[in-house]
């Protein structure tokens, strides 16, 4: 196929996310960039951000992540009209109110799907893509949420911890195929997704997230911490009596 890893299309999925587009900007000069996203025809602005970084095209296509009979039809789509997909970046999610969903089994179970199992079937469906090519990236996020769940946001932390869980196995069944999958560990991302939260300690932005997502795909990294203090804090969290853990705050 001539694809080196580096190079070739750029898959956003959730082109509407600040850390997703931060990414695209970063990794778009001279490459083909597909923004994947609800209500896809109102991504102008994006489209044109992508467009002003460098990228040889844009494109924005119609993908609902909760959809999942979608995604297979779709990834094969793009892969067929693009010549494979070089870089997936999987930056789809909801927070959800927890509160709700302490109580409101519907809406716990759509945190669920959308973070967890919507999830899942991208990447089950993006490795078969890629392994047929015998190369690409894969770039999933987790987060300091799912590393050990709190009982503060323990809904989100819940499909977190599963996504953590599933794409450490898929990447270690990834290894030596050529495809690389970069599981990044974020903790709290100052950012849309938090407006209106008190930001927690070692806090991050949409663009210190990306510039750290993009050194490690060029290394060829399987794990990223950012900040990269806080693999230290991982390591602690885990550690921690279940009396005190209990009480930790968001």
């Known amino acids: 196929m001539g694809m080196q890893q580096n190079d070739g299309p750029v898959l956003v999925l959730g082109g509407r996310s600040e850390i997703g587009l931060e990414v695209a900007l970063r990794l778009a000069p001279g490459r083909v960039v597909i923004l994947a996203a609800r209500r896809a025809d109102a991504l102008a602005a ?3 951000q992508v467009r002003a970084a460098g990228a040889a095209a844009v494109h924005a296509v119609e993908f609902d992540a909760d ?23 999987l930056a789809f999610g909801v927070l959800g109110d927890q509160d709700r969903a302490e109580h409101d089994p519907v809406h716990a179970v759509a945190v669920v799907h959308t973070d967890f199992v919507a999830q899942v079937s991208v990447l089950t469906t993006l490795a078969t893509v890629m392994r047929a090519q015998g190369r690409g990236q894969i770039v999933v996020f987790s987060s300091i949420a799912g590393v050990r769940v709190r009982r503060a946001n323990y809904v989100y932390g819940s499909a977190k911890a599963g996504l953590d869980g599933f794409a450490s196995g898929l990447g270690d069944a990834l290894h030596g195929t050529g495809v690389q999958l970069l599981l990044v560990r ?6 849309r997704m938090t407006i209106g939260m008190k930001p927690a ?3 991050s932005t949409p663009d210190q997230v990306a510039d750290a997502v993009v050194r490690g795909l060029g290394k060829g990294a399987t794990r990223v911490a950012i900040p990269g203090r806080l ?12 009396s005190v853990w209990r009480r930790m705050p968001r």
């Open 46 to 48: 994006e489209i044109e």
């Open 67 to 89: 959809e999942t009979a979608t995604h297979a039809p779709l990834l094969d789509k793009l892969a067929a009209e693009h010549g494979g997909i070089a870089t997936a970046v």
């Open 186 to 191: 974020s903790g709290f991302v100052i950012g």
């Open 201 to 203: 300690p070692m806090a």
């Open 231 to 242: 693999a230290v804090a991982f390591f602690v969290m885990r550690l921690l009596p279940q």
